[in-house]
């Protein structure tokens, strides 16, 4: 069972930045991808961004293109997610999770796909 804990949320101004961390506790071919979403209140959680662990790919949801910024630390088994720009329709509980590379070599973008999640942290930007 691969844990998965992040980090780094807040509270912050509309322009501001963050950057959330992600720490897995292993890496197998169940987790070679770690992807970031976001639930806003009442909604389904939805996708943010994706990366590889090998970083051959990485993947953003349009609204995040530009503002934020997917990385990872194959040594201390973390990704980030940097996030600048910030508008308070970011406001959301974020989520960092792990699972399969897909067959193509891709990070997936679907709940589905990914197997192990944290626990959430919160993002809060204020106008």
């Known amino acids: 069972q691969v844990q998965v804990v992040e980090s780094g949320g807040g509270l912050v101004q509309a322009g501001g930045s963050l950057k959330l961390s992600c720490t897995a506790s292993?890496?197998?071919?169940?987790?070679?991808?770690m992807g970031w979403f976001r639930q806003f209140p009442g909604k389904d959680r939805e996708f943010v961004a994706a990366?590889?662990?090998?970083?051959?790919?990485?993947s953003y949801e349009d609204s995040v293109k530009g503002r934020f910024t997917i990385s990872g630390d194959n040594a201390k088994n973390t990704i980030y997610l940097q996030m600048n720009s910030l508008k308070p329709e970011d406001t959301a509980v974020y989520y960092c999770?792990?699972?399969?590379?897909?067959?193509?070599?891709?990070?997936?973008?679907?709940?589905?796909?990914?197997?192990?999640w944290g626990q959430g942290t919160q993002v809060t930007v204020t106008p």
């Open positions: 999770a792990t699972g399969p590379k897909l067959r193509d070599g891709r990070p997936g973008r679907f709940n589905f796909e990914y197997f192990y």
């Open positions: 292993e890496r197998s071919f169940s987790s070679e991808a």
């Open positions: 990366q590889t662990w090998d970083s051959s790919s990485t």
